[in-house]
């Protein structure tokens, strides 16, 4: 990863890379940001410039000997750790599917990665084997570069057994470094938290996201900015409100959206027992297409020819439109958005869709 593969950002990796220029750098960082801000991109970046042989004022040079096999995330100083299920007890256990997960995604928030590593609902954690794996791996001198790396993503799954590694955080073996990549610093141990140097990550400008996704999804620079203006610096959002297209998911939304609407409790009960039992993934894939209809309701009330819809889909969100003003489409906005956020926190299906269809209900039925 370069820092030409992170999207914007420019500010922080001028800082990053000043750190590395002063030989200044700190040997225990938290990347602290936000849901698809780029904590992960980021930090592999900073890893790989200060492994670079070659690197430049702006970048590594993404071809000598440690940027190839950072670029694969196959370096042997570069260590990771991140949460995963029992009975595994070392993250390397998980190493190539979190190879092939960072290849494909490293946006990727935690319910992405919980998708590559199992399909139940079970909880991830870095268990204390996990912990003594680290100690025992940075005890080892660098092999092939100056300095070695670990990089944690997701330091808010260390329980209170995280603190043996209190002692190797403050008093690291000599050229270690320790990059952790949170998103609560609410939830981190506050032994650790205290012991590291804090990098803010802010929110992907919005220019920056319509940008990427012109780039990366080759999506239309009107459609790009919309869905850049409604992502909150997340690229990862971002991403899922372009992928979240047309297909199976108008039915089952125009059904509900419905009956939320006639508000008939009776019906809602019903829709709602069947269909909590899907998937969190498919859960939130459906409330992802309500965003989308939302946000292309929206656009119909500006300038229909604006629409890139199939027919059958046009029809629909022209006759929603017309229910719907800026500011109801605004309230239903954040209500989808919220069940998102909760549907990820392990919410109970069932409650939460009941609990929005009368929401939805009420935001539609509101003089
Ligand atoms: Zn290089």
């Known amino acids: 990863m370069q820092f030409a593969d992170v999207i914007g950002q420019e500010g922080l990796k001028q800082r990053l890379r000043d750190s590395v220029q002063s030989g200044r750098i700190p040997h225990a960082q938290l990347f602290l940001g936000k849901e698809g801000s780029g904590g ?31 670029g694969k995330y196959i370096h042997p100083d570069l260590h990771f750790s991140f949460p995963f299920m029992s009975p595994a007890e070392e993250a390397r256990e998980f190493l190539e599917t979190w190879r092939k997960a960072l290849t494909e995604n490293p946006y990727m928030g935690y319910q992405e990665w919980l998708g590559y590593i199992q399909d139940g609902q079970k909880q991830g954690n870095i268990p204390i084997k996990e912990c003594r794996a680290i100690i025992r791996n940075l005890s080892l001198k660098p092999f092939e570069s100056d300095y070695k790396v670990l990089l944690m993503w997701f330091p808010e799954f260390l329980s209170n057994e995280g603190n043996v590694l209190l002692k190797i955080i403050e008093e690291p073996p000599f050229k270690t470094l320790f990059l952790l990549v949170a998103e609560n610093s609410d939830r981190i141990l506050p032994t650790i938290l205290s012991r590291t140097q804090l990098v803010r990550i802010p929110p992907i400008a919005e220019e920056d996201l319509a940008d990427a996704l012109i780039r990366r999804q080759e999506l239309e620079p009107t459609q790009a900015r919309q869905i850049a203006m409604l992502s909150d610096g997340s690229y990862l959002k971002a991403m899922q409100l372009s992928e979240a297209s047309e297909h199976e998911l108008m039915q089952p939304f125009r059904e509900w959206f419905l009956l939320c609407f006639e508000g008939n409790k009776l019906k809602l009960i019903q829709w709602t027992s069947e269909h909590s039992s899907v998937s969190r993934e498919e859960l939130k894939a459906f409330f992802t297409y309500g965003l989308y209809v939302l946000r292309n309701c929206l656009v119909s009330t500006y300038h229909e020819a604006g629409l890139r819809l199939a027919d059958a889909e046009k029809t629909f969100i022209k006759k929603l439109a017309t229910l719907l003003n ?37 935001q539609l039925r509101k003089k």
Do not use: F, W
Not at 40 to 47: D, E, G, I, S, V
Not at 330 to 341: K, T, V
């Open 326 to 362: 800026t500011q109801r489409i605004e309230a239903l906005y954040e209500l989808l958005n919220n069940s998102i956020y909760y549907i990820e926190r392990n919410a109970n299906s069932k409650a939460l869709l009941m609990d929005l269809s009368m929401q939805v209900h009420h």
């Open 40 to 70: 992960l991109p980021l930090a592999l970046a900073y890893a790989q410039y200060i492994a670079c042989e070659n690197r430049t004022e702006l970048d590594s040079c993404g071809t000598c000997h440690n940027c190839s096999k950072y």
